[in-house]
């Protein structure tokens, strides 16, 4: 069975870089067959969709970030990364790392979530 | 983009009655080729990440409990608990797939 693993600052001064890393264990990422995605969520909202990376580096971000936001794979080390570049208090939020159920189809739905670390942005 | 809307904001239900959340979106997220809705439904109780419940609308994620039902289409969708157990006690969101960007709605918040 899968587990991801956030980890990476908690906190981040406004204007700054907020990188977090997603460790994978029980499966490879290099094995292909799923994308890799980052959902953050506010206090008391529903989840945000990010964007998703493939093994192969190829990336799909949300267009209300896309400016702000990049994505990487490290398959030798079984891990992906997200920045989010020039951050204000309004990128405060629990961020998960997460599967998405199926690159070769459609079923972009996510079944298996890490259990989220807390980004503050604060001076 | 797709905007999900979800109601009531929160609900409270006796242990044993039956709960329904409902689930709109804001264009069609029935792919006509296939006859699929792209509509996922998640749980999510405090300090834990979303928990996926259903797929394509109605199909049960494998070990969740069969008092948990998917239905609706096109724009319109319902997660029911057909008879609320303490441990559901949570949040529940919708999450379409049709297109990117991928969207969750607001949430519904279930209680005793």
């Known amino acids: 069975q899968v587990q991801l693993q956030e980890s990476g600052p908690g906190l981040v001064k406004p204007s700054q870089t907020l990188s977090l890393t997603c460790t994978v264990s029980?499966?490879?990422?290099?094995?292909?067959?799923?994308?890799w995605s980052w959902i953050r969520q506010q206090p008391g909202k529903g989840p945000e969709w990010m964007g998703y990376?493939?093994?192969?580096?190829?990336?799909f971000y949300n267009p209300s970030l896309k400016s702000r936001v990049a994505m990487s794979v490290d398959t030798s080390q079984n891990k992906f990364s997200l920045n989010l570049n020039s951050v204000t208090a309004a990128d405060t939020a629990v961020y998960y790392c997460a599967r998405v159920h199926s690159s070769s189809s459609d079923a972009r739905y996510f079944d298996s979530w890490g259990q989220g670390t807390l980004v503050t942005v604060s001076a | 983009d797709i905007v999900m809307t979800q109601s009531p904001d929160s609900l409270a239900v006796s242990l044993g009655e039956r709960a329904t959340i409902n689930c709109k979106s804001s264009?069609?997220?029935?792919?006509?080729?296939?006859?699929?809705?792209?509509l996922a439904w998640y749980q999510q109780k405090p300090g834990q990440p979303p928990k996926l419940l259903i797929y394509?609308?109605?199909t049960r994620e494998s070990g969740v409990p069969d008092r948990f039902s998917g239905s609706g289409s096109g724009t319109d969708f319902s997660l029911t608990i057909s008879s609320l157990q303490v441990e559901d006690v949570a949040v529940y969101y919708c999450?379409?797939?049709?297109?990117?960007?991928?969207?969750f709605g607001g949430g519904t918040k279930v209680e005793i």
């Open positions: 264009q069609s997220v029935l792919y006509a080729s296939n006859n699929k809705n792209y």
């Open positions: 990376i493939y093994y192969s580096g190829t990336t």
């Open positions: 394509w609308a109605y």
């Open positions: 029980g499966g490879s990422i290099s094995s292909g067959g799923y994308y």
């Open positions: 999450q379409h797939y049709y297109s990117t960007p991928l969207s």
